[in-house]
């Protein structure tokens, strides 16, 4: 089984800098597209950065400019640093894996979530 832990929310200020972590586990696995997704209650999860194992991203819109995604492909872990919080940042962050592996095929894991409440 794969599994996904998710480490840093909590309250940041506006216009301060916060980084999540997810680290991504499981045995004869191979990770490809790890991102960061977020929800608000009452809205569809939306995407905020992903990045494949040879380091091309994708983004937002609305983080552009604001955010790294760090990889380390060897210990399967992905971070989303963002500086320059905005109150409308303000969600629950999932971390997201897409997978293969020889003998399950294809495949797709969520974290918990983190929440991240960003004060003015």
């Known amino acids: 089984q794969v599994q996904l832990v998710e480490s840093g929310g909590g309250l940041v200020q506006a216009g301060g800098s916060l980084r999540l972590s997810c680290a991504a586990s499981?045995?004869?696995?191979?990770?490809?597209?790890i991102g960061w997704y977020r929800q608000v209650p009452g809205n569809q999860r939306e995407l905020v950065a992903r990045?494949?194992?040879?380091?091309?991203?994708n983004d937002a819109d609305s983080v552009m400019g604001r955010f790294t995604i760090p990889r380390d492909n060897a210990k399967n872990t992905v971070d989303l640093q963002m500086s320059n919080w905005k109150t409308e940042d303000t969600a629950v962050y999932y971390c997201?894996?897409?997978?293969?592996?020889?003998?399950?095929?294809?495949?797709?894991?969520w974290g918990q979530g983190t929440q991240v409440t960003v004060s003015s």
């Open positions: 997201n894996v897409r997978v293969s592996s020889m003998f399950r095929g294809e495949g797709e894991y």
């Open positions: 499981g045995s004869s696995f191979r990770f490809n597209v």
């Open positions: 990045i494949t194992p040879g380091g091309a991203t």
